[in-house]
């Protein structure tokens, strides 16, 4: 219920105020809504995921202090021009939080919002998969291609099959040629994933991983799984 009820609303609002959502006629108030709805909607099912900001973010020890500081760099160099992101570390370190407060503060700070993204890999793989099905649906895999900024969260954690590496290649090259700013998170370090991807062909993890980290920051988020503090 929560779920229609937050995606019909920012899809409302999208509709009603197009790409103007930060215009002065409508107030401070009206854009924090708008973003949170607009943040809302990109991370569903995950409502609880909306409520992530960098204020949020779990900063109290050195890799969180340093996490944050190098993601306002990042964002910072995105005013420029299209670097990428590469935060890696253990489960739970806060990757996927980093990222999302990244996206939110890009979307606060930049009047826009059409042309950012956030997508779980696994979870697009899925969709991907049980879309071959219904003929004529569209393709899950645009919504990791045509945003100009866009979250590809927990790349490494699929299974490595031919399928799901062809498929994760044509994201990334296809991001790459349109130099598109693309923020990943990943449970492996650089060399790991491309291991990890290149169990059967290592070319084939080298050509991905070259790619995501060419223009890339990187971030290590070296710290024990914050879900085990019972953080909410
Ligand atoms: N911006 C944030 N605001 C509030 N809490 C956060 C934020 N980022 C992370 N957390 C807390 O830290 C926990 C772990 O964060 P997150 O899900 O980002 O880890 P992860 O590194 O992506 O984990 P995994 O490797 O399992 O994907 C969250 O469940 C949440 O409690
Ligand atoms: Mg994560």
């Given at each position: 219920v929560f779920d229609t009820f937050w995606t019909k609303d920012a899809d409302d609002w999208i509709e009603r105020w197009g790409e103007r959502p930060?215009?002065?006629?409508?107030?401070r108030l009206a854009d924090a809504a708008a973003v949170k709805l607009r943040i809302a909607n990109l991370v569903r099912p995950i409502r609880r995921m909306s409520q992530w900001t960098f204020a949020t973010f779990?900063?109290?020890d050195v890799p969180g202090r340093r996490a944050l500081k190098a993601a306002a760099a990042y964002l910072d160099e995105l005013g420029e021009w299209e670097p990428w992101l590469f935060v890696f570390g253990g489960v739970g370190s806060g990757k996927t939080g980093l990222a999302l407060s990244c996206l939110r503060a890009y979307i606060e700070g930049r009047?826009?919002?059409?042309d950012v993204g956030f997508c779980n890999v696994r979870q697009l793989l899925a969709q991907t998969r049980g879309s071959f099905a219904s003929k004529g649906a569209s393709d899950p895999t645009e919504t990791a291609i045509k945003p100009w900024l866009c979250v590809l969260d927990d790349?490494?954690?699929?299974?490595?099959?031919p399928w799901a590496l062809e498929t994760l290649s044509t994201i990334v090259e296809a991001r790459y040629v349109a130099n598109y700013p693309t923020i990943v998170t990943s449970n492996y370090a650089p060399a790991e994933l491309a291991e990890r991807l290149g169990h059967d062909d290592i070319v084939i993890g080298q050509r991905i991983v070259s790619r995501l980290t060419e223009n890339a920051l990187q971030i290590r988020l070296d710290r024990p799984d914050l879900r085990a503090r019972g953080a909410a």
């Open positions: 930060f215009c002065a006629e409508h107030g779990p900063a109290d009047h826009g919002w059409d790349v490494g954690a699929e299974r490595p099959t």
